[in-house]
């Protein structure tokens, strides 16, 4: 499968994921189409050459996180969704992002090198090897700035969530 | 070759999405999606962008914007628990508390 024809389809993928997740009314449904969402990007990063990273996004992206949002759906147990309704405020809101996504185009007007065919760049192909080469010599601090802000993010987590002690304030 | 251009363009189309949803839906669990959605197409567009130049580097700022959108979504939804606990709803319309 040549490049052109793995971008087609798994942008479609994405697309087509991501359209539904903003559309379904339930949000089990939404999670579901967003995990496939997720899929079609790691097919993206695949006909980038990152297979890598395609990995690590089938595995905590659309492993971890989601089941992390369907395990919260679940403990949630809502009723069957109504129709949100359409207000003036929504359609702010729609006239807003539709704002944002022409300014996004800005560069594509603005910026001709862009319509070029953007060739490999030859000097370090990218292996889980040389990944892990720059994650620990160039970019070391992040790295453990990062792991620290997991860990606090977890206990943070923990203590917002759990239930509160009968002799203390809720 | 596909140009950069395209990979661009479904970098700001999943972009555009997720600031739709987050600005559309009142469902705080459906809105958390919806940022999700957002880091996605801004990890695109690393990885694209980084290919013409350097590709490792691309690879690892993604990594890097995974990890933090874990550490999100664990405190966001532990909020959201928190706050179905105390006022039996998701909908971000019916929390107002803070509102003037």
Not at chain 1, 84 to 96: M, V
Not at chain 2, 8 to 28: E, K, P, Q
Not at chain 2, 33 to 58: K, T
Request: aromatic fraction near 8%.
């Amino acid at each position: 499968m040549d490049e052109r024809t793995g971008f087609l389809l798994f942008s479609a993928i994405a697309l087509v994921g991501a359209l539904n997740v903003v559309l379904r009314r339930n949000p089990v449904h939404a999670v579901l189409w967003l995990v496939g969402s997720f899929l079609g990007v790691a097919g993206i990063f695949l006909t980038l050459g990152s297979g890598l990273l395609a990995a690590i996004q089938v595995m905590v992206y659309a492993g971890a996180i989601m089941v992390l949002f369907l395990f919260v759906i679940l403990l949630l147990n809502l009723e069957t969704p109504r129709f949100e309704g359409i207000s003036l405020a929504r359609g702010a809101s729609l006239f807003a992002s539709a704002a944002t996504g022409l300014l996004l185009l800005w560069p594509f007007v603005s910026d001709r090198s862009l319509q070029a065919p953007a060739t490999p760049a030859v000097n370090l192909p990218v292996t889980a090897a040389n990944v892990g080469m720059t994650l620990f010599q160039r970019f070391a601090v992040p790295f453990e700035i990062v792991s620290l802000v997991l860990l606090v993010a977890m206990v943070g987590a923990i203590h917002v969530a759990r239930r509160p002690r009968r002799d203390e304030p809720a | 070759m596909v140009p950069q251009s395209w990979y661009l363009l479904l970098s700001a189309a999943l972009f555009t999405l997720g600031v739709a949803g987050f600005a559309a839906r009142r469902n705080s669990l459906v809105m958390f999606m919806s940022v999700e959605l957002m880091l996605n197409a801004a990890n695109v567009a690393f990885v694209a962008c980084a290919r013409a130049h350097e590709p490792v580097r691309g690879t690892v700022y993604a990594l890097f914007v995974i990890a933090i959108a874990a550490s999100e979504v664990a405190v966001g939804l532990a909020l959201v628990l928190a706050l179905f606990r105390l006022k039996r709803t998701v909908n971000a319309d019916e929390i107002r508390e803070l509102r003037a």
